[in-house]
């Protein structure tokens, strides 16, 4: 269940919207949508394995990268920080290069979604980084 959050405006109090998710269910909603089509040769592929931008709809598989973007670009409102931190936690996941580690020619979506994993318990030590510059 996602938290809400009320703002007042002159004109009275704005309905409640979505809190803007962290750096977890950024990490946990890239996952998903890699669980449900995952790219090795580039940021995101459509069904006829042609690259397109992790954005789009016509996209079906992603690498860690391209669905971190994707879901990072779906949320506008999120921070950069937030992104980073995600990130981070990734590349401390995967030995420090997601995409390179990503295309390991025996790398398995199986791996990926174990990485996802090992990420979000990474996010103390990649807040840390962050916020140390």
Known sequence: M???????????????????PNADQLLRAAAELIASGWSQNSLAEDKFGRQVEPWSPRATGWSPLGALTRVWHERRGVELEVFETAYAALALATGGRPEEWNGARWRTKRHVLRAFARARAYLPEAREQIQAG
Do not use: I
């Open 2 to 20: 996602s938290e809400v959050t009320e703002t007042t405006t002159a004109a009275g109090p704005e309905p409640p919207r979505p809190a803007a």
